[in-house]
């Protein structure tokens, strides 16, 4: 059974750090891109930022570039650094793995139960 578990989540203040993560099991991911969408209440999921599966190559969203860092900690494993963090980044996060396909198409093959991220002002 494949599953992708992340965590992390949680509340921090405007300008505060939280670091999500992502296991991911159930089969081997090496081939796979991953990811990170996120969803706010009464908005559509969004693509935040994806990683390759030879870890060599990042990209993000505009309004997370510079603030966000994706990694791959491992073939099954992946984080989001979130620094300098704004009230408009509370949604939940999900992540994602794609084979075959970029994980930013917005049609992966998988996704995690998601994580809540809450900025406070």
């Known amino acids: 059974q494949v599953q992708l578990v992340e965590s992390g989540g949680g509340l921090v203040q405007a300008g505060g750090s939280l670091r999500l993560s992502c296991a991911a099991s159930?089969?081997?991911?090496?081939?796979?891109?991953m990811g990170w969408f996120r969803q706010a209440p009464g908005q559509e999921r969004e693509f935040v930022a994806g990683?390759?599966?030879?870890?060599?190559?990042s990209y993000y969203t505009d309004s997370v570039k510079g603030r966000f860092t994706i990694s791959r900690d491992n073939a099954n494993t992946v984080s989001l650094q979130m620094n300098s963090l704004k009230v408009e980044d509370t949604a939940v996060y999900y992540c994602?793995?794609?084979?075959?396909?970029?994980?930013?198409?917005?049609?992966?093959?998988?996704w995690g139960q998601g994580t809540q991220v809450t900025v406070s002002s």
């Open positions: 159930g089969r081997t991911f090496s081939s796979a891109a």
């Open positions: 990683i390759g599966w030879s870890a060599l190559g």
């Open positions: 994602a793995a794609a084979f075959q396909k970029p994980v930013e198409a917005g049609a992966p093959d998988y």
